[in-house]
């Protein structure tokens, strides 16, 4: 099965910070990735799939790369609504992978 | 718009079979390509449990195989989730959600998610 990884776990971050998340799989997974943004009390929201196109209605300043294995997600200026847990996840061959989540809060 | 929304039992006793509905509404199951659900303990992170097609393909995390029954009624717009004998680590928010797959034969991402449901497992 494919494993994924997130670093960090935790960032704490200003409002208008640059803010990188990223994500490793334990193999290619080509493109098949996405990111959601999850705040407390609320279900997950897609952000980016196919590792960086954007899901309609999210802000530019979200944005998502990849090198080999390893999937960066990027907000170019954080906002107060972007306080909240960030996941990663991948699907090959039927089977669904999240990342452990990577929590953004306030400095 | 797509919508999703669960229902179900809260509380479930130790043993016994989970069991959740997922009512789509504002799209046809029918044309939907993938539905799926995925759990969340709390203040953990999320699990995927498994998909089914619309036609009735199902597939589960091996983990969780031996345990769980995805299945899919089209007339009513309905998806369902059961999962049988249960224990406390099974409580968690269940969430169900679309599956889809942009530039891909098959699908790797959930784009519409339901609100999501607690079930808590105790006697």
Not at chain 1, 2 to 29: E, K
Not at chain 1, 46 to 51: K, Q
């Amino acid at each position: 099965d494919i494993q994924m990884t997130q670093s960090p776990s935790s960032v704490s971050a200003s409002v208008g910070d640059r803010v990188t998340i990223t994500c490793r799989a334990s193999q290619g997974i080509t493109r098949r990735l996405g990111w959601y943004q999850q705040k407390p009390g609320e279900a997950p929201k897609l952000l980016i799939y196919a590792t960086s196109s954007l899901q309609t209605g999210v802000p530019s300043r979200f944005s998502g790369s990849r090198s080999g294995t390893d999937f960066t997600l990027t907000i170019s200026s954080l906002q107060p609504e972007d306080f909240a847990t960030y996941y990663c996840q991948q699907a090959t061959d039927f089977l669904f992978t999240f990342g452990p989540g990577t929590k953004v809060d306030i400095k | 718009q797509v919508q999703l929304r669960e229902s179900g039992p809260g509380l479930v006793k130790p043993s016994e079979t989970l069991s959740l509905t997922c009512t789509v509404s504002g799209y046809s199951i029918s044309s939907g390509y993938y539905w799926g659900w995925i759990r969340q303990p709390p203040g953990k992170g999320l699990e995927w449990i498994g998909i089914i097609y619309h036609r009735g393909n199902t597939y589960y995390i091996p983990s969780l195989k031996s345990r769980v029954t995805i299945s899919v009624d089209t007339s009513k717009s309905q998806f369902s989730l059961k999962l049988s004998s249960v224990t406390a680590a099974d409580t968690a928010i269940y969430y169900c959600a679309h599956a889809e797959g942009f530039g891909e034969l098959t699908p790797y991402y959930f784009d519409y998610w339901g609100q999501g449901t607690l079930v808590t497992v105790s006697s």
